[in-house]
Each structure stands twice: as structure tokens, then as C-alpha cells.
């Protein structure tokens, strides 16, 4: 069956980096488009970038434009999120989320597409 397996959270101070991890199987991982989403304590669950089946085209959140970068290894079935400059408000549950690339009309940068969920991993940043 399809996993996603999300990893490299951890704890930081304001200002570090974090490289976060997403490795997918049980699926043809150039069929999707892949994206990281995710929820701070007590609030919804936001988007923070997607990228292409091709890793040609990104496009992100305001809150991460010029501090975070999304990537993906189609050799490897991994999807990277590079976080710089981090800020307490980057704090949460860090989550890789994956949508058949072949649909219509989708909305890439709102949840409902992507049918396909890692368990999350924790980021915290302390000020």
C-alpha cells in the first residue's frame, strides 16, 4: 500500500535550519504532485509548498517564500523541505501529502487534492 514516511523534525532555536524528509512507496512517485502542509497547536492546517512530478515547478506560502525551499528526488521516491531562517511562528506538525498528478483542475496549494498523508513530524522553534 502507499506510505509516506515523514522525518527530520526536532528542536531548534530561532534563526537554524531543518531539512525535512518525506519517502514514499507503494506508488509511481512521478504520477504526483507532492507538497508539504502543516498544523501549529490549536489552529487548521496550513500549506507551506508543492512541487511538480518533474521538480521543475514550486510554488509556496507567503510565510515560507525566500526561507524555504521544496524539492524532490524521483530517483530516490523522497521529497525534501530545506527550512532556513527559522521562527517560533514556524512551529508544528510538519506534514508530506501526495495527489494524482493527472487531475483536474486541481488546487495545488489547498489540501482537498492530495489524497495521500505522511504521520507528520515535529518542528519546534524556540525564540
Known amino acids: 500500500q502507499v506510505q509516506l514516511v515523514d522525518s527530520g523534525g526536532g528542536l531548534v532555536q530561532t534563526g537554524a535550519s531543518l531539512r525535512l524528509s518525506c519517502a514514499a512507496s507503494g506508488l509511481t512517485f512521478t504520477d504526483y504532485q507532492m507538497a508539504w502542509f502543516r498544523q501549529a497547536p490549536g489552529k487548521e492546517r496550513e500549506f507551506v509548498a508543492t512541487?511538480?512530478?518533474?521538480?521543475?515547478?514550486?510554488y509556496y506560502a507567503d510565510s515560507a517564500k525566500g526561507r524555504f525551499a521544496i524539492s524532490r528526488d524521483n530517483a530516490k521516491n523522497i521529497v525534501f523541505l530545506q527550512m532556513n531562517s527559522l521562527k517560533p511562528e514556524d512551529t508544528g506538525a510538519y506534514y508530506c501529502?501526495?495527489?494524482?498528478?493527472?487531475?483536474?483542475?486541481?488546487?495545488?496549494?489547498?489540501?482537498?487534492?492530495?489524497?495521500?498523508w505522511g504521520q507528520g513530524t515535529q518542528v519546534t522553534v524556540s525564540s
Open positions: 512541487i511538480d512530478w518533474s521538480g521543475t515547478n514550486t
Open positions: 501529502a501526495a495527489g494524482f498528478r493527472w487531475r483536474r483542475n486541481a488546487m495545488w496549494s489547498i489540501s482537498e487534492p492530495y489524497n495521500q
